[in-house]
């Protein structure tokens, strides 16, 4: 659940005081900042599904939040507390993190109310097909214009069914596949989106590691291995970033916080087997490869140089926001830390990577997908046979010239084409790096400006106010 009562203001309010701060900080017209900050749309629909025999009417929103490029992106999010101010919050998010990424998509978001645990595989799927034929029908679902992806409840099966639906609304459209992202390989998917998110958060802090100025703020030093690390929601994000970061990094997963409660292990949990443990039980309760506290939220607060906040907004709040013991907070979630909860954490010198540029692999990967869709064909396939060839005349005229014999591992290596995961995983890395770059000289150019997120906002609102300036629409920016 949202933690809206304890804060004074809504997800929605926060995101927009967050713009405002960011505007203030870096000298921008704050008439630019209001137009940036409306929602452009934002449609709700209620329909109907005949469920086990009986009716039951459904609430849906798709929200809006910035066209000036097309199509509007964002997930699409199952869950029972979905409403429109959350989702209207999450689409503002996603226009800052498609700016911020250089991903050339206005921001959107869609939301069902629904809890997906109490139906079946079958009547999840016909609700999935009436949601979207509700968005097609009212031009809220096409490859120009709006495309959803997975979020929190979906997954590359519910944008399967997306995909089908479209296509038999519209088999005349060349482009059917770009509806949606996200889509299982073998239906127009691509290698690496399921992943994606959570790989972007193992690249992102990896790339933090690089720079140990950076890293100096947070009071850590070193690399990631060995870094204690709790992860707050063990779904796609906190999943895929937990099992990577314990398997390429060796940092040590101490705690995962689920529904149910946490389970903590000093020594580092086999992330592989908690997923496992909740996929059969529902929870983490007793998993034997840790202690169980009942209290996840309590867990949040523990001793640990890195916490991953990979569940749902607003986890982190003006109340437990002094409490919190984590040097460097990792948002793989949206919106995990309040506004007011960033103003404390601010103040006790608490690094934060924001989640406009942590999570923002999902997006990026998406973007990669779409385009693939666009074009017809896998990234590679002009290219790779070509590549092979050529590193095979490197090899041999690197042998002739030194006499003497490639290992055959390193002569492979050379030789390889990059496959379409290699590919997208490179583009992954390329745009995680090149927006911390884009923060980092943020900073450097306004002292005044002293934390990550308002950097990242103000590159966002920076670029949306010059799209925006291209269009007539704003003053000059600067
Ligand atoms: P998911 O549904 O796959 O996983 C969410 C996990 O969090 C589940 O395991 C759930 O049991 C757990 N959870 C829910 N409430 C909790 C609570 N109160 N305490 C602890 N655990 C709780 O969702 P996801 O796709 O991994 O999304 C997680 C977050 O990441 C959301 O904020 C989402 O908007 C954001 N995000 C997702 C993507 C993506 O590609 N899926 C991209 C960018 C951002």
Not at 167 to 183: M, R
Not at 187 to 192: D, L, S, T, Y
Not at 387 to 400: I, M
Request: net charge negative.
């Amino acid at each position: 659940m949202s933690n809206l009562h304890r804060e004074s203001m809504s997800f929605r309010e926060g995101v927009d005081r967050m713009v405002d701060r960011a505007t203030l900080a870096a000298g921008l017209d704050p008439n630019t900042a209001q137009i940036i900050k409306a929602s452009s749309a934002v449609l709700q629909v209620r329909f109907p599904v005949r469920v086990r025999g009986g009716i039951e009417v459904f609430t849906g929103w798709w929200s809006v939040h910035s066209t000036h490029r097309l199509p509007a992106k964002g997930g699409l999010r199952f869950a029972p507390h979905v409403n429109q101010d959350e989702t209207e919050a999450l689409s503002a998010l996603m226009s800052y993190k498609c700016a911020l990424a250089d991903i050339p998509f206005g921001g959107a978001k869609g939301g069902l109310m629904i809890d997906p645990s109490r139906y079946s595989v079958d009547e999840l799927r016909e609700i999935t097909r009436h949601f979207a034929q509700e968005l097609a029908r009212r031009g809220f679902l096409d490859p120009a214009t709006n495309v959803p992806a997975p979020d929190m409840g979906t997954s590359a099966r519910e944008m399967a069914w997306i995909a089908d639906t479209y296509k038999s609304l519209y088999p005349e459209d060349v482009n059917q596949d770009a509806c949606v992202t996200g889509k299982p390989v073998n239906r127009g998917g691509i290698p690496g989106r399921t992943e994606a998110t959570g790989k972007g958060v193992q690249l992102a802090l990896q790339e933090y590691f690089r720079h140990p100025e950076e890293v100096a703020k947070s009071g850590l030093n070193d690399g990631l291995t060995g870094k204690r690390i709790v992860v707050q929601g063990l779904g796609n994000v906190g999943y895929h970033a937990a099992k990577f970061l314990a398997e390429e990094d060796q940092a040590r997963i101490v705690a995962i916080i689920e529904r149910d409660g946490a389970v903590i292990n000093e020594a580092g949990l086999n992330v592989h087997d908690v997923r496992q443990y909740l996929a059969e039980h529902g929870g983490v309760k007793g998993f034997s490869g840790g202690s169980y506290q009942e209290h996840g939220s309590k867990v949040l607060e523990m001793d640990c140089d890195i916490l991953i906040p990979a569940a749902l907004e607003s986890q982190i709040h003006a109340e437990n926001a002094m409490h919190i013991q984590a040097r460097l907070i990792a948002e793989g979630a949206n919106g995990p830390v309040t506004y007011e909860a960033d103003e404390i954490l601010r103040r006790r010198g608490v690094v934060m990577l924001p989640d406009v540029w942590v999570n923002a692999g999902g997006v990026t990967v998406s973007y990669f997908e779409w385009t693939r869709n666009l074009s017809h064909m896998r990234f590679g396939r002009l290219q790779r046979r070509f590549d092979e060839l050529r590193g095979q005349n490197y090899a041999s005229a690197l042998e002739q010239m030194t006499d003497t014999e490639m290992p055959s591992r390193l002569r492979a290596e050379i030789v390889r084409g990059a496959s379409e995961l290699d590919l997208v995983r490179s583009g992954l890395d390329d745009t995680m790096r090149a927006a911390f770059a884009d923060i980092r000289d943020t900073l450097k150019r306004n002292p005044e400006i002293q934390d990550y997120r308002t950097a990242a906002y103000v590159i966002a609102i920076r670029k949306l106010a010059q799209s925006y300036h291209d269009l007539g629409l704003v003053e000059a920016v600067d």
